[in-house]
């Protein structure tokens, strides 16, 4: 087992643990931006309530409660919403309605309708009532508990609706009626009445705006409270009348929003960011697993610390070096201690035969660095004097025959290569590979390898 064994170990180890802080992380508080995948975000609600025909801001209302003539009347409203939820803090929601708006004149003798019909009553009925709601999430007012219960927000869409009104003659809605559009409205769908049609509601645009408060029963089930603001774009919503000016009117509703999806997902619109870092910050459980990671990472630390100690600089580390003390630039094999080489043979002292052979590293082909002296005083003697040289590779034993006869073959052409990149013709080296055969050491240890692994030069006239 080497350094880079016990490293690669060591560092596999911190991965090991710091997943396992992030699992643990998790599993105390989910990530707050980690993406909308780990939440639930669809939801549906059913809702009823009332409304009345004017709103909390003031404003002249259809029959003039601006200055007190009409009074409210509750009228009955309900219908569904369908919602997704993008962020914590944004949703779109679609919501669709139905009911009835109502007024009435509470003094008889004040101003009637326009046109002298006498109205002293009127009930709007909404067909159906339709649009789109940018939905803001304003926070929780509990947010430094775990479970967020309480969440309050504001909306504003687009809608269209199809209503008609009717006016009657007395207070009670039940006298005779002085105005009923319905199978007359024309076929414009914002323009003016048409007294030749025969659709049987006006089609008009709407804003509404309102607030709200949801309280949270369970992961599935939350109760919903709201106020709307509705501004509409048409002076008929409550049929003709003496004060001209775009009408108003307004509903306070309650009812259930059940969230869709899996009960082991949290309901995003319940997610508040401040209560996890809290969470995360203040919760004892995960704050002592935290401080048992940190002294488990410290003794990891001081383990690498102590098995990578090398006090003889060999690269072997102490606990494994069973040579201490070896001199600086000594090679050492796997356990510290110093390589003994066998003497290569010596050459005969005929010409051309006094350069050393050129060693290469295993399974290479590549020129060391302290070839380069030699094959540059061979260059020289090849330029001066015109001489040619053959150049013989050989390998050691490892891999098979002809694999190593290849590999013979590339070594003695990067000598050629260098030669001829210092000025030597081509013609003048003759490069050879004779693969495992020739062996000048024994092949059975890795010090004969060493040996065998080279280039032979062989100088001639």
Not at 267 to 291: G, M, R
Request: net charge negative; hydrophobic share 35%.
């Amino acid at each position: 087992m080497n350094y880079s064994t016990i490293k690669k170990t060591a560092v596999a180890a911190s991965l090991v643990a710091a997943i396992g802080f992030a699992d643990v992380a998790q599993a105390q508080s989910p990530t707050v931006f980690g993406g909308r995948s780990q939440y639930r975000t669809w939801s549906i609600g059913l809702q009823g309530g009332v409304t009345t025909p004017n709103v909390v801001i003031g404003g002249q209302n259809g029959f003039g409660q601006k200055v007190g003539y009409f009074q409210n009347k509750v009228g009955e409203y309900y219908g569904l919403t369908v919602r997704k939820q993008f962020s914590h803090l944004f949703g779109l929601e679609l919501e669709a309605n139905r009911g009835k708006i109502k007024t009435f004149n509470h003094d008889v003798s004040g101003p009637k309708a326009e046109n002298s019909l006498g109205a002293t009553s009127a009930i709007t009925e909404v067909n159906w009532a339709g649009g789109l709601n940018g939905v803001f999430q304003l926070g929780t007012i509990d947010f430094l508990r775990r479970e967020n219960a309480v969440n309050f927000y504001a909306k504003v869409g687009l809608g269209v609706m199809a209503y008609n009104p009717v006016q009657y003659s007395n207070n009670d809605f039940t006298g005779t009626e002085v105005y009923n559009n319905k199978g007359k409205w024309g076929e414009e769908i914002f323009g003016d009445r048409n007294p030749d049609g025969n659709k049987d509601f006006r089609l008009g645009m709407y804003v509404p705006v309102g607030v709200g408060v949801k309280f949270k029963l369970s992961e599935v089930v939350a109760l919903n409270l709201g106020y709307t603001m509705n501004f509409t774009d048409d002076n008929l919503l409550y049929g003709p009348i003496r004060f001209d000016g775009k009408q108003r009117f307004a509903n306070a509703y309650g009812g259930l929003e059940f969230t869709l999806g899996s009960r082991d997902k949290e309901n995003l619109t319940f997610a508040n960011p401040v209560s996890t870092l809290y969470d995360e910050l203040k919760d004892p459980a995960l704050s002592n697993e935290i401080q048992a990671l940190k002294q488990r990472v410290s003794a990891l630390e001081s383990t690498v610390d102590e098995l990578s100690k090398d006090s003889d600089g060999d690269g072997v580390p102490d606990k494994f070096d069973k040579c201490p003390g070896t001199p600086a630039g000594t090679v050492v094999d796997g356990s510290g201690c110093p390589i003994k080489f066998p003497e290569a043979p010596k050459q005969e002292a005929t010409e051309g035969a006094y350069y050393q052979n050129i060693q290469f590293e295993f399974d290479s082909s590549v020129l060391k660095t302290e070839s380069y002296s030699t094959l540059d005083r061979l260059a020289k003697e090849l330029r001066d004097n015109n001489s040619s040289v053959a150049l013989d590779g050989y390998a050691s034993s490892e891999g098979t025959e002809a694999y190593n006869l290849n590999l013979s073959k590339d070594r003695a052409n990067a000598v050629k290569q260098y030669l001829v990149n210092a000025g030597v013709s081509s013609s003048q080296v003759n490069a050879n590979g004779y693969g495992e055969s020739n062996p000048v050491a024994d092949n059975s240890t890795e010090e004969g390898r060493i040996l065998n692994r080279r280039v032979e030069i062989k100088v001639g006239n």
